[in-house]
Structures are given as C-alpha cells and as structure tokens.
C-alpha cells in the first residue's frame, strides 16, 4: 500500500470512529434530556396552572386582560397541546369579537389557523385562513399571515408526495413567502428562517445553507428557535448526502424541542428514519416511539400518517434484531456452557495432578527428612568419629610420652641396681628402692592426663560449672588443673563408663565412685538422667 493511500485510509478510519464518538456522546445527552421531559413538562404545566388560577380569581377582569390571559395561555399549548390550544385560540376570537378589534379578530383566526395546520387538518385550515380578513390589519399581522400561507402550501406539498402537485404547492408557498419576507425586519430571526425556507424549497441550497448556518452562528436563539433551524437545516444536509451532520443537526433540534416541551415536532421523527437507514435500529425505535407519544399527546394526524409508514419497518428490523441477538446469545450460551465444561474438565485433571503432586511431595518430603535425619546422624557419627581421633591421637602421643618417660627411669633404676648388685651394696639398694615415690608417680600421671584433657577440651570446666547454682560450682586450687569430681566426668566424656574401670583408674572403690557422682548430680540444675547426656555433649576444641 502506497503511503499516501495509507494515510489517507487511517484518516478516514480516524475520522469515523471520531465522529461515531460524538454520536454516542451527543445521543447519550439526548437521552438524558428526554429522561429530563417530565421536568420540562410540568415547568410548563405549573406556568398554565398560574395562569388558569388568574382565570378563577373572584374579581372581575376585563375583556383586554382576559384577552391577554387567553393569549399567553394559548402560546402555552400552542406546540404542546392541539385541543387545548385550539379552545384558546377560539377564546381569543371571541373576545376580539367582543372588543370589535380587526387586528385582534385577525390574529386569533391565524392563530386558528395554525392550530389547525400543525394537526394536519388542512382543508379546515384553508378555510380558516380564506375567512381572515388583512386589508387594514398591522404590516406584523400581515407578514405573519403570509408565512403562515406559505407554510400551509409547502407542508400540504410534503403531504401529498407528488411529484406533480408538489411544485405546484411550492409555488404558491413561494409567492406568499415572498409577501412576509417583504414586511418583517431584514435581520430578524423570522426573516433570516423564512428566507433559507424558501430557498430550500426553490432548490438554492447554497444561499439556504449560509442563511442558516448565519442564524445559528451568529443569533441568541430561543430554545424553539432553535429546533426550527436546526430541524430545517438538516434537510440541505440530507439532500446532499452529508447524513452525519444532518443526524447531529436533528439530535441538537430534539434536544432543544424537549427542553422547550415542543410536542407538534418533525426533529425526532427524522432522527428516528436517519438512525434507522444508519443501522441503529435500537435508538431509531426508541425516538420513534417517543415521536408517537408526542403525536398523540399534541393530537397531530398527519405526523401519526408519517410514523405508521415506518414504524413497521422499524418494528420489523427490530424484531430481527431481537432474532439475531436470540440467535447470538443461543450460541453464546452453546460456547459459554462448552466453555464452562472443558473448564471444569481441566480443573478436575487439575485437581488431580495436584493431589497428585501433594502425595509425591509429601513422600520426597518425607524422604527428605529422613535423608536429613540420617545426614544429620551421619554428621553426629563423623564428629564423634572425628572426636574420637583428636583423643586417639592426643592420647596415643600421651600414652608414648608417658611410657618413653617412664621407660627412661626404669631403665635409670635398673642400672643403678644392677652396679649396686655387682659390689653388694645392699644400703645403698635399699635407699634407691625406698625413694621410688609410686604417689609422686600417680599424681604426675593425673596431672598429665589433666593438661591433655584439657588440652582437648579447653571449655569443659566452664561449661561443667554452667549446670550448677554458683555456690555449687568448683573452684579450684591455684596448682591444680582438675579435681576428682571433674576426673570422673572427664573419664566419662571420654568414654569410660565403666565405674569400676573409673575407680581403678583413680584408685576408688566403685562404691566411692558411685557416691561422687550421686552427689554431683544431686546438687545440679538440670535432672540426674540429663547430666551425663549433657557432659558427654560438650565439644572439643
């Protein structure tokens, strides 16, 4: 695709959903105005209520000033109400009858007359209309009384839908609106409409579109004002093929013919066959009906003709509406419930595997704690494993020291012996055995063993000393690494259970082993059946 095709295509796409935007905007503040009606409606009935109260007052009114009522009550119905409108209009030619006023006998037939004309009785309004009287009426009457001519012979035109007698009627419509617009003001609202009018009708839509487009720039329009252009502009449009600015023409009218309570209206009868020829059945059935209900309050025949030609169209398109929508929704349904089967499918195998998924993780779980169990075991096993050959190892060199030591001095005595024997020194044998000093021997032997316990477990008196009260613990003397309570405990930690092994060792009975223990464990903090577990847990170094 060539650039500027694209471009162009994107413009276009653009300005349509642009526009469809301001529809919707436009149409959904139509909606609200015609939700406001009832408002609008009973401001007006509260105005006709006032004046009807006027009426009723005791004191007695003149024929001016019930002329004048009859008057603003007539302009109150005048697009609201056909038969209310009408008996005022009648109330005013009596009264003008009554005050023998030409001007006022005349313009009460008028208004007869358009009373009539906006119902569609278009004989009765000719009739009326012949027997108006202008000759020495204000040139105001008389320029009213022209276009009121005219617009009788366009809408009798429009009404008929010949061909033939179309022109005919335009004709004349055109001769009379060429005699008002010789009598009102050259800038005047009814001046500027009824010329665009009648351009319109003669086919000069380019001077009726600039006249228009000049009212509603350029002029404070009253509400009804509004609608009137509006509403006759959006024809130009239609003509020329220019739909969407016609529909928002009409939807503008509309709005400003329920904010007036216009109910005698062609704007939303329009919007209705636009909207509809557009495609928006919906919307184009809902106006049509409201187009209904204001023929039939207003009491308008010929708008009643024009909306039983379309209503069954549009009732027809909206029952295939219906039709489709039944059938989309049938499917959406088939889809939906299609939908909500592969979904309950899925959550079942879901469930499954996930009730699956908890059995298999609840047994690698498992599994797994007891590989920790065991790696945990495994770890205690290498520690103490590792434990015991830090002692093995210590020990051994220990026990070799020792023995080294010892073999040294026996091998000294033996030698000394052996020359004492040779030149029979008994005397002096004698002094060498007694000064062999077996105590001195077995208390070197603790104090080594104490330096290499110690040696291996640096923190095992302090850590004894943790599970007793501190008027319990023990203190030791300054030359001594460990006493016999901790001896026996230290044997423990290295694995000596055995009491008779521990008393041979420290040269106890095992009954005085037994009463070592027995009392150290009584006067701990922790239960006698806890504290070898506890001694046995303290950590080398």
Do not use: W
């Amino acid at each position: 695709m060539k650039p500027y095709i694209l471009y162009f295509f994107l413009l276009f796409v653009g300005f349509k959903g642009s526009c469809q935007s301001h529809f919707d905007d436009q149409l959904n503040k139509l909606n609200e105005t015609i939700m406001m009606s009832p408002h609008y409606d009973n401001q007006k009935l509260s105005r006709i209520n006032h004046l009807d109260e006027l009426l009723a007052q005791k004191v007695q009114l003149g024929l001016t000033a019930r002329f004048d009522i009859y008057l603003r009550l007539f302009r109150e119905y005048k697009v609201f109400r056909y038969d209310s409108a009408y008996k005022y209009a009648r109330k005013l030619e009596e009264i003008a009858y009554q005050l023998n006023d030409r001007s006022r006998i005349a313009y009460a037939r008028m208004e007869i007359g358009f009373t009539l004309l906006s119902s569609g009785m278009f004989k009765e309004t000719l009739d009326s209309l012949n027997r108006i009287d202008i000759y020495d009426v204000p040139d105001s009457l008389k320029a009213g009384y022209y276009a009121l001519k005219g617009r009788f012979y366009y809408d009798l035109g429009d009404y008929d839908n010949d061909s033939y007698y179309m022109k005919l009627y335009n004709k004349q419509g055109d001769r009379y609106m060429d005699s008002a617009l010789l009598l009102y003001p050259p800038h005047s609202f009814e001046y500027l409409y009824l010329s665009g009018l009648k351009d319109i009708r003669s086919g000069n839509k380019t001077t009726a579109l600039t006249e228009f487009r000049d009212l509603l720039d350029k002029h404070r329009l009253s509400d009804h004002q509004l609608a009137l252009t509006a509403s006759t502009l959006s024809d130009i449009y239609i003509q020329n093929g220019e739909t969407d600015t016609a529909i928002s023409l009409l939807i503008t009218a509309t709005i400003a013919d329920v904010r007036s309570s216009t109910k005698e209206t062609t704007a939303i009868f329009n919007l209705a066959q636009l909207l509809y020829k557009r495609g928006d059945v919906k919307d184009a059935y809902d106006y049509i009906e409201s187009a209904i209900g204001n023929a039939i309050f207003y009491g308008a025949r010929q708008r009643m003709v024009q909306v039983s030609d379309i209503l069954p169209l549009i009732e027809g398109e909206k029952m295939n509406l219906v039709e489709r929508e039944k059938k989309t929704l049938i499917i959406y349904s088939i889809v939906s419930t299609f939908l909500l089967l592969l979904v309950i499918a899925l959550a079942i195998i879901i469930f499954r595997q996930v009730s699956r998924l908890k059995i298999a993780k609840k047994k690698i779980t498992i599994a797994h704690e007891k590989e920790q169990e065991v790696n945990h075991k495994l770890a205690e096993v290498n520690d103490k494993l590792s434990e015991a050959n830090k002692i093995k190892e210590e020990y051994i060199g220990y026990v070799f020291s020792s023995n080294s030591d010892f073999f040294i001095k026996m091998e000294r005595i033996k030698k000394s012996l052996e020359q004492k024997l040779e030149t029979r020194k008994l005397d002096e044998i004698r002094f060498i055995v007694n000064n062999i000093n077996l105590k001195g021997e077995k208390e070197d032997l603790l104090k080594n063993f104490d330096k290499i316990f110690l040696k291996l477990f640096p923190n095992f008196i302090a850590e004894f000393n943790v599970l007793f009260r501190e008027e319990d613990r023990i203190t030791l003397q300054d030359n001594e690494l460990m006493n016999t309570d901790l001896r026996i405990f230290a044997l423990i930690r290295m694995g000596i259970h055995d009491n008779e092994k521990i008393a041979e060792i420290l040269e106890y009975s095992v009954h005085t082993i037994n009463t070592y223990k027995t009392k150290i464990k009584n006067k701990s903090l922790i239960p006698n059946e806890e504290f070898e577990r506890r001694i046995l847990a303290i950590k080398t170094l």
